[in-house]
């Protein structure tokens, strides 16, 4: 009876073994379709980046509406009069610059008025929100700006990145096309300090950018990007303007959505940025890292739960791990080694291609380990319904809506709308 005991319970190993081997290599199977989707996808994008070069040189100046940049600052952040400087030296006609705070001592709103004073000759406005009436407070800002925008595009851009003198032009030219009503951008994740910042960033410029790539590229773009929101005055007013996004976390997710479900079309534009990355800490990055893709697993849940089958490397791990098990180092160590260097391979054809990433050699030494890094934060991702942001704690629901820790909805009265 031990003996037959010891048998069974053998038998079950050997199969659980096997079972984790088989879900290792599916992951490898569906990783690799990724992939392969990825690959296509930026040479379809390489494709339109010429195209728009073609375009742009023999268009030069024909098309360049004025535009309202808005900019929304919460305090200080490392090196942000450099990086709202290259607002400034837009090679474009005719734009204004519009920054908001809740305070006029914010010390964002201070840098951002001594870098204006360099620049006389770009028209700039400041907007203060005071206390927020929208549980996401960058909202609050957004909704003056457009009551004080004087042009019909606005361009809203996050305070930590950083552009090309080319960068207005580029954003707005898709909108010589009046079917679109917004534009996004692609960007590269920068970072000169700090391992988990440098792997961060390798997620932005690989990750984020591979996963947007294929949502063009199968289903068309139905969002926008954070760091830069381009869309129509009209096509804002027509989904509820800026206060519809602001019971949201993924404010920008919402309204790209909103714009694309009223028949508008979002274009992914070939112009790509710089996001800085301003958690250089371990503790930090993977808060940061964690609430992003908490953010993702509300307003895209589907999705959301189907990336877990696009990373490579876990699955490679799983997959050598359950072979060696089964006395198959060869393949064990074969399947892992593939698995790096499916990564390898997607970071240097985006990280070149189509980010144009300066460091691209550590980039693709990093980006597997990213990646392994990855599929535990998506796995972290279910463990609560808490973020935390601008330290403060919310919950996310349904939809992609953030409340209160506590549940209770708090009702303020909105500020007066300064002159």
Same mark, same amino acid.
């Given at each position: 009876?031990?003996?037959?005991?010891?048998? =069974? =319970?053998?038998?079950?190993?050997?199969?659980?073994?096997?079972?984790?081997?088989?879900?290792?290599?599916?992951?490898?199977?569906?990783?690799? @379709?990724?992939?392969?989707?990825?690959?296509?996808?930026?040479?379809?994008?390489?494709?339109?980046?010429?195209?728009?070069?073609?375009?742009?040189?023999?268009?030069?100046?024909?098309? %360049?509406?004025?535009?309202?940049?808005?900019?929304?600052?919460?305090?200080?952040?490392?090196?942000?009069?450099?990086?709202?400087?290259?607002?400034?030296?837009?090679?474009?006609?005719?734009?204004?610059?519009?920054?908001?705070?809740?305070?006029?001592?914010?010390?964002?709103?201070?840098?951002?008025?001594?870098?204006?004073?360099?620049?006389?000759?770009? /028209?700039?406005?400041?907007?203060?929100? #005071?206390?927020?009436?929208?549980?996401?407070?960058?909202?609050?800002?957004?909704?003056?700006?457009?009551?004080?925008?004087?042009?019909?595009?606005?361009?809203?851009?996050?305070?930590?990145?950083?552009?090309?003198?080319?960068? @207005?032009?580029?954003?707005?030219?898709?909108?010589?096309?009046?079917?679109?009503?917004?534009?996004?951008?692609?960007?590269?994740?920068?970072?000169?300090? &700090?391992?988990?910042?440098? !792997?961060?960033?390798?997620?932005?410029?690989?990750?984020?950018?591979? #996963?947007?790539?294929?949502? +063009?590229?199968?289903? #068309?773009?139905?969002?926008? !990007?954070?760091?830069?929101?381009?869309?129509?005055?009209? %096509?804002?007013?027509?989904?509820? #303007?800026?206060?519809? !996004?602001?019971?949201?976390?993924?404010?920008?997710?919402?309204?790209?959505?909103?714009?694309?479900?009223? =028949?508008?079309?979002?274009?992914?534009?070939?112009?790509?940025? +710089?996001?800085?990355?301003?958690?250089?800490?371990?503790?930090?990055?993977?808060?940061?890292?964690?609430?992003?893709?908490?953010?993702?697993?509300?307003?895209?849940?589907?999705?959301?739960? &189907?990336?877990?089958?696009?990373?490579?490397?876990?699955?490679?791990?799983?997959? %050598?791990?359950?072979?060696?098990?089964?006395?198959?180092?060869?393949?064990?160590?074969? !399947?892992?080694?593939?698995?790096?260097?499916?990564?390898?391979?997607?970071?240097?054809?985006?990280?070149?291609?189509?980010?144009?990433?300066?460091?691209?050699? /550590?980039?693709?030494?990093?980006?597997?380990? /990213? +990646?392994?890094?990855?599929? %535990?934060?998506?796995?972290?991702?279910?463990?609560?319904?808490?973020?935390?942001?601008?330290?403060?704690?919310?919950?996310?629901?349904?939809?992609?809506?953030?409340?209160?820790?506590?549940?209770?909805?708090?009702?303020?009265?909105?500020?007066?709308?300064?002159?």
């Amino acid at each position: 009876m031990r003996a037959s005991g010891r048998d =069974g =319970g053998r038998v079950h190993s050997i199969s659980m073994i096997k079972l984790l081997f088989g879900l290792g290599l599916f992951g490898l199977f569906t990783s690799s @379709i990724f992939t392969g989707i990825v690959l296509a996808s930026v040479l379809r994008f390489v494709r339109c980046r010429r195209a728009a070069k073609r375009s742009s040189i023999s268009t030069v100046g024909s098309f %360049c509406p004025p535009v309202s940049l808005f900019k929304p600052l919460h305090g200080a952040e490392p090196n942000l009069e450099e990086h709202l400087a290259t607002f400034f030296e837009q090679d474009y006609p005719e734009y204004e610059i519009l920054f908001g705070a809740r305070v006029a001592t914010d010390e964002g709103l201070l840098a951002a008025a001594r870098v204006a004073a360099r620049y006389p000759h770009v /028209r700039v406005k400041y907007v203060l929100t #005071g206390e927020p009436w929208h549980i996401n407070a960058k909202v609050c800002t957004l909704e003056l700006m457009e009551k004080a925008a004087a042009h019909g595009i606005f361009i809203i851009s996050d305070s930590d990145v950083r552009v090309a003198r080319n960068y @207005i032009r580029e954003v707005v030219a898709p909108f010589a096309d009046t079917k679109v009503g917004a534009v996004t951008c692609p960007y590269r994740g920068v970072a000169d300090k &700090g391992l988990w910042a440098k !792997l961060e960033a390798a997620g932005m410029s690989v990750e984020m950018t591979a #996963g947007v790539l294929a949502a +063009d590229l199968m289903e #068309g773009m139905q969002f926008t !990007l954070g760091p830069t929101m381009a869309a129509r005055c009209e %096509c804002v007013r027509e989904v509820g #303007g800026f206060t519809h !996004l602001g019971p949201y976390c993924a404010d920008d997710f919402v309204l790209g959505n909103a714009i694309a479900a009223k =028949g508008h079309t979002v274009v992914l534009s070939t112009h790509v940025i +710089d996001h800085v990355i301003l958690n250089s800490d371990f503790v930090d990055s993977q808060k940061h890292q964690v609430r992003w893709m908490k953010s993702t697993r509300f307003s895209r849940p589907k999705g959301h739960f &189907g990336t877990s089958l696009t990373f490579s490397v876990p699955f490679g791990l799983l997959a %050598c791990i359950a072979a060696m098990a089964m006395h198959h180092p060869v393949l064990g160590v074969a !399947l892992l080694a593939y698995s790096v260097t499916s990564r390898v391979v997607l970071a240097l054809a985006v990280g070149r291609a189509v980010v144009e990433d300066r460091h691209l050699l /550590r980039m693709a030494v990093l980006y597997p380990l /990213r +990646d392994l890094l990855g599929f %535990c934060y998506w796995l972290a991702s279910y463990g609560s319904r808490e973020i935390v942001w601008r330290n403060q704690v919310y919950r996310l629901a349904e939809g992609g809506l953030m409340l209160p820790h506590d549940h209770a909805a708090d009702e303020s009265e909105q500020p007066v709308v300064p002159a």
